[in-house]
């Protein structure tokens, strides 16, 4: 038992310990390191050097949520409310009508390229329609980028609060999937209220549990320093995990409750930054490690060319036309708009 426990552990450790490293070099040649993180978990995977068997789906949705919701946090915490003054219309139009347009686009592809039915074509859209928040974040935090404000706050605020839109979409049609072979329709209105229970309680658990962060990281503000910082990001997924379980995103609320209490009072909030940085670059990495253990590059063959046409698609067509929709009514310059897309 000690063996399994020790091996494991010096398993996980070096993999972590590789991708700092390799983080190094990658910087230095530009290479994408969210994506030098999934190869080597694709390479400590089944099919690579060290071969390990992980085929758990339930464990690798745990770390993303997991680390998700930890990255969300600390980008809320670091986003100023100005930042919503200048950019919470396009940002918010994206989130929802954007989701909706790129998922369309994608499902028509998929339809004509692949002869799909309607609805598994739509969903395989809807599923791809939102922006990753983690990639974003870390793109605009770590990769050096200088952009103006409005940019820069309308790319955080949609990657933080696009999923309630995908997931209702994705929940819909596989509804619509089910009804379809039991020769029914089944669409209601109970999916229309779902979503509007996620967003709503999303965005008001999520701010009252930012004041509640600031309420007790005040009153905690003399425990030990150490403890400060584990205590934040303990609340914070407490508001997470809470909103989750009444029916609300988690994630949403996880941004709004970071986004609340970085804009109020609180004590030591440079410990906690600090911190956050930290426990969000171990995130990043646990959660595309995870990824690339998980998946398996032998199954790729059958099926490269068509994700890459789709892909393909999704970048160069469906996300840019979606965007420059959303944004025309916005005055952004065509520069912004095609970076954005």
């Known amino acids: 038992m000690l063996d399994v426990i020790n091996l494991t552990v010096l398993i996980g450790a070096g993999l972590v310990i590789l991708s700092v490293v390799t983080s190094l070099v990658s910087q230095r040649i530009g290479a994408p390191l969210l994506l030098v993180f999934l190869g080597i978990g694709l390479l400590a995977g089944e099919d690579g050097v060290l071969g390990i068997q992980f085929d758990s789906d339930t464990s690798a949705y745990f770390v993303g949520s997991l680390a998700l919701a930890i990255i969300l946090f600390d980008s809320g915490f670091d986003t100023s409310f100005s930042s919503y003054r200048r950019a919470a219309a ?16 994608v499902g028509v592809a998929t339809h004509f390229l692949f002869g799909l039915p309607w609805i598994e074509s739509l969903m395989l859209g809807s599923i791809v329609a939102s922006t990753d928040a983690a990639a974003v974040f870390f793109l605009l935090r770590v990769g050096g980028l200088r952009l103006r404000d409005r940019v820069k706050s309308t790319l955080e605020i949609e990657s933080g609060a696009n999923d309630p839109m995908a997931i209702f979409l994705t929940a819909t049609l596989v509804e619509l999937a089910i009804a379809q072979g039991e020769n029914g329709f ?10 509007v229970q996620q967003i709503g309680l999303g965005i008001i ?29 303990s609340l914070a997924l407490l508001v997470f995990s809470i909103t989750g379980l009444v029916g609300g995103s988690g994630f949403l609320a996880a941004y709004v409750a970071g986004l609340v209490a970085g804009n109020r009072r609180v004590a030591f909030s440079h410990r906690l930054k600090r911190f956050q940085v930290g426990m969000t670059w171990l995130a990043q990495i646990g959660m595309f490690l995870t990824l690339g253990l998980l ?3 032998s199954e790729f063959g059958g099926i490269i060319l068509p994700a890459v046409a789709l892909a393909f698609v999704l970048i160069f067509f469906a996300r840019p036309l979606a965007v420059w929709l959303c944004l025309l009514p916005f005055a952004f310059k065509w520069r912004e708009v095609l970076f954005v897309g």
């Open 186 to 195: 089944g669409l209601n209105f109970e999916f229309i209220l779902a979503f």
């Open 295 to 297: 998946a398996t590059p």
């Open 205 to 233: 658990l999520g701010g009252v549990g930012g004041l509640g962060i600031t309420a007790a990281l005040n009153r905690l503000r003399g425990v030990d320093a150490g403890l400060f910082p584990i205590a934040g990001l």
């Open 90 to 105: 396009p940002a918010l139009t994206l989130a929802t009508l954007g989701v909706v347009l790129t998922a369309g686009f």
